[in-house]
């Protein structure tokens, strides 16, 4: 096909005119947009894998029918939805045709509103998959900066920009963000963009470490230099020598100590304690707060000579929920992530996952996000407000025994919810009625082959 169209179009095929237009027009009536044909050739004209429509096709046609023509679409792109529209002894057809990729079948006779429902989860899923294609295919595409700070934002594409313009400089930075907004992920790409990329990337959690022994871990210490400390040991500082030096939640240094690292910054160079030798510094310092470090000083606790000293260069990280349109991209480069961990695939992203993911406030950022992906691929997210905590702590036994048990009572819930009508449970789950159908008998649950109409 030429991908002449990018509407969401229904390819509406069936050789009985009287019918193909009454289903046309029934259809957009429903506002939906339906370009119909007689014959499948013409309508295998109009398809291709740009395709972002659905397609409905009777079974029964004279020349090429609609399992022949099926064939076709599925071979341009399996991902297309094709819905087949049968006759009462075409159903075991049709079942077959679903093994073969058809996304659902509408038996005869059949309400138009009825197939304008289908129709509407079919281009629903037909969007997700070219969506999904366009976030892999980016994802593919990206280089350099762009594959660890991951967005089409126009604040990211600043943010990798002022990266990209200061990586190669010796500059000290202050990064700014919220809890979980990837500060350390901005400072590591400051190194390993850098000309100190081989050197070490030291990282230094400022809230983490009990202030006696805090001068310790950043400066080091001769043996004998105070009470327990039998050998020599390398600070932090000393050990980034020809790297970088990242200082989190640099806001909760006590004090005293901010005076002490504001003259290494100044002097590029330190003293052990119990020693008077000055040992020289070649770092660059990367500094990260939550906190508005100007007013912090203002306020008195924090040194106003350090926060001018570090803050050559200044770094914002927006916050999740001022970048909704990056969650899509994000959530698809965290969940690679989590399936080269854990060695899973990763399910199909659904309407529902969709919808949950952008109306969250995000309050954890993208740390939070990236533990749903983790829980997507693992198969135990089931929503922010329907046990989206669960683990697999919740169930007992080897991890896939979990996963199994986890899926089963997602399908009951489900069932239970919609009153055993079994449409509604796959348009919650935003799977095909096959792909339910294999589920329950796959779990043994009672059901697979009732009526859901």
């Known amino acids: 096909m030429n991908g002449k169209s990018q509407k969401p179009d229904i390819l509406l095929v069936d050789d009985d005119d009287d019918l193909r237009h009454a289903l046309r027009q029934g259809l957009e009536l429903d506002d939906l947009a339906v370009t119909d044909f007689k014959r499948p050739a013409d309508a295998l004209d109009a398809i291709g894998r740009d395709f972002a429509g659905a397609v409905i096709s009777d079974i029964r046609m004279p020349g090429m029918d609609g399992m022949q023509f099926m064939a076709e679409v599925l071979e341009i792109d399996p991902a297309i939805p094709v819905i087949l529209v049968t006759g009462h002894g075409d159903i ?17 006779p059949f309400r138009v509103q009825d197939l304008g429902a289908v129709s509407r989860r079919a281009l629903e ?3 997700l998959v070219l969506e999904n294609r366009m976030l892999r295919s980016e994802l593919d595409s990206g280089s350099g900066i762009a594959e660890r700070i991951v967005g089409r934002s126009p604040a990211i594409a600043t943010l990798r920009s002022e990266i990209d313009l200061i990586a190669g400089t010796d500059a000290d930075v202050v990064v700014l963000g919220e809890t979980g907004a990837g500060k350390e992920v901005v400072a590591r790409a400051l190194h390993d963009f850098s000309a100190r990329a081989s050197g070490p990337f030291v990282a230094l959690n400022c809230a983490a470490l009990p202030p006696d022994i805090f001068e310790s871990e950043l400066f080091g210490h001769e043996a004998g230099a105070f009470t327990g400390a039998a050998r020599q040991r390398i600070g932090k500082l000393e050990h980034a020598n020809s790297g970088t ?70 770094l914002s990280i927006p916050p999740l929920r001022d970048r909704r349109e990056d969650i899509p991209l994000l959530f698809e480069h965290l969940a690679r992530q989590a399936r080269a961990r854990y060695r899973r695939e990763i399910p199909d992203f659904n309407p529902v996952l969709e919808r949950e993911l952008l109306d969250h406030s995000w309050p954890g950022n993208v740390r939070e996000l990236r533990n749903i992906a983790d829980r997507w691929v693992l198969g135990l ?9 669960s683990s697999a702590e919740d169930f007992e036994g080897p991890l896939s025994e979990r996963m199994a048990a986890f899926e089963r009572a997602m399908i009951e819930r489900e069932i239970r919810k919609a009153g055993g009508k079994l449409k509604d449970v796959y348009a919650a789950l935003g799977i095909s009625r096959k792909g339910l159908y294999d589920k329950m008998q796959k779990h043994g649950i009672g059901g697979a082959d009732a009526d859901d109409d």
């Open 92 to 108: 075991q057809i049709a079942v077959d045709a679903m093994r073969e990729g058809a996304y659902d079948f509408i038996p005869k």
């Open 245 to 314: 030096v990242f200082l989190d939640e640099i806001e909760s240094m006590p004090l005293d100590l901010q005076a002490k690292l504001l003259r290494a910054i100044e002097d590029r160079s330190i003293e052990r304690l119990g020693s008077n030798k000055s040992i020289a510094l070649d770092v660059r310092f990367v500094a990260a707060t939550k906190s508005d470090l100007g007013r912090e000083a203002d306020a008195g606790r924090f040194r106003a000579d350090l926060f001018y000293r570090l803050n050559v260069v200044s």
């Open 125 to 127: 899923k037909r969007r």
């Open 381 to 389: 997210w089931n929503g922010f407000n329907g046990g989206g905590t």
